[in-house]
């Protein structure tokens, strides 16, 4: 299998008040290409982080601490910055959480689409021609007013479909999607999370960041459940709603609404900030499953079956 990215032993933290924090700890992942990979968990389980650290768009006070990102064989954390610019944005493109902030309110659509294509090609009339196109594929309609508008013109969903546009633009190999549909109705995200699955089709690669189990299910191949910027389970995104294995997964799947209409389950608890320190399993505070040795040692992945956990109940 062909894998365009490889995470080895990533680590990724904060300076908060002279202090070091650790935000995602020790990741170990592999990314086919061609398939959409779901990054699941709930907020400050240090999705966006690891993303943001693949991207190296990591505030000031934040360092990655160890590891190596392989994008196509090549450890882009040693690239210098000029020269990753033209990776990134070309071979590497992102979706983010927040249409609304994404755009530049100061021009127009088609003056910053044309920015985004003059990165590979300079021939405006060919540029042009490349925007429709792309344009087209996003299924908007009246190209030639949404070109003329500014942002603040164009609904949520639109301004996600043109950030979506950007990327076949680029004719990005890589497309990290942070929460894309976040910010959007049902059927306006029903609608763009179906253009990610024709750029699937198109062989691109998508790592998905996600709170909502039900996209996992309806749209990812793999997935990777998080939890304090560990991984918890890594399995094929079928296999992990029909043979969940470790407490918190089940957890968020229990937390879903069902056509049977079954109670909902809580998660007791909150996710604890990065500055608290959990000894042990950092998912005990509000596990139902807990041990002894959970509130002492910290598990390893293992593989159990096709999947990977890190759970004390699997030793």
């Not at 508008?149 to 950030?163: N, V």
């Not at 609404?257 to 000894?279: D, F």
Request: glycine residues 4%; proline residues 4%; contains cysteine.
């Amino acid at each position: 299998m062909d894998k365009i990215l490889k995470i080895k032993n990533l680590s990724t933290g904060f300076y908060i008040e002279d202090n070091f924090y650790f935000a995602i700890n020790n990741i170990n992942l592999e990314f086919e290409k061609g398939k959409i990979h779901a990054i699941a968990g709930e907020s400050g389980c240090g999705k966006s982080v690891f993303i943001n650290s693949i991207l190296k768009l990591l505030p000031k006070n934040a360092k990655v601490v160890s590891g190596e990102i392989l994008f196509n064989n090549q450890n882009i954390l040693n690239i210098r910055e000029k020269d990753f610019n033209k990776i990134r944005g070309t071979k590497i493109s992102l979706i983010p959480q927040d249409p609304f902030m994404s755009l530049n309110p100061l021009y127009k659509i088609e003056n910053q689409l044309l920015e985004v294509n003059f990165l590979k090609n300079k021939d405006k009339e060919q540029a042009k021609k490349i925007i429709i196109n792309a344009l087209e594929e996003v299924k908007i309609q009246n190209i030639d007013n949404v070109l003329k508008s500014y942002p603040h013109e164009l609904s949520g969903g639109m301004k996600q479909r043109i950030i979506i546009a950007m990327a076949l633009i680029s004719d990005a190999e890589l497309i990290l999607a942070d929460e894309p549909t976040t910010a959007l109705d049902v059927s306006v995200s029903n609608s763009i999370l179906n253009l990610l699955l024709e750029l699937k089709n198109k062989n691109k690669t998508i790592i998905l960041i996600t709170h909502d189990l039900s996209i996992v299910y309806n749209y990812c191949d793999t997935a990777t459940i998080m939890y304090l910027g560990d991984i918890v389970e890594n399995s094929n995104a079928k296999q992990l709603f029909k043979y969940p294995k470790h407490p918190y997964t089940k957890a968020l799947i229990e937390a879903l609404p069902t056509l049977r209409g079954r109670k909902l389950k809580n998660i007791k608890g909150q996710i604890s900030p990065i500055t608290n320190t959990i000894k042990g399993c950092k998912f005990h505070p509000r596990c139902e499953c807990k041990k002894n040795i959970c509130l002492e040692q910290k598990p390893v992945l293992k593989t159990v079956d096709s999947s990977k956990i890190a759970c004390w109940l699997f030793e």
